[in-house]
């Protein structure tokens, strides 16, 4: 294990009682690994990965609103409005590079696809940095 020390937070999520419980345990995986870079994490992070059941892995790593919701979620819900605007903004310019380039339906639908999983990655970890932390995360992608 490393010699890793939380930033402190910016406030008490772990008593406050509006924030779900699955909030809290990704709150509390977040909290407890080094921060996590675009899409690498690091080896404690993979460590207690590897160690969690399954189902709580997907609760950890994945937001199935975003997923399926992408930018409304993102923006309406986790008010995190930088994030969504650049969901959208790739999502236009996947459809904008389809009718360009004259792509077949499945291929801008693929890149659909992998922009809203990007978001469901992506979405646990902006909402812990700005709500835990009260990180200004700017266009962080």
């Not at 990704?26 to 992070?45: L, N, T, W």
Request: hydrophobic share 50%.
């Amino acid at each position: 294990m490393s010699d890793f020390m939380p930033e402190p937070d910016a406030y008490d999520w772990r008593n406050d009682p509006n924030l779900k419980e699955k909030w809290k345990k990704r709150f509390a995986f977040f909290d407890s690994v080094p921060p996590v870079r675009m899409f690498k994490g690091s080896p404690e992070m993979a460590a207690r990965l590897k160690a969690m059941p399954w189902k709580e892995r997907l609760l950890v790593l994945n937001n199935w609103l975003a997923f399926f919701f992408t930018f409304i979620y993102v923006g309406f819900f986790l008010k995190l409005w930088k994030q969504a605007l650049m969901i959208f903004g790739l999502a236009m310019l996947a459809g904008v590079i389809g009718v360009i380039f004259d792509l077949p339906d499945n291929v801008v639908r693929a890149l659909g696809f992998g922009i809203s999983y990007l978001s469901s990655l992506r979405a646990n970890y902006w909402y812990y940095l700005s709500k835990a932390k009260g990180k200004n995360i700017g266009w962080m992608l």
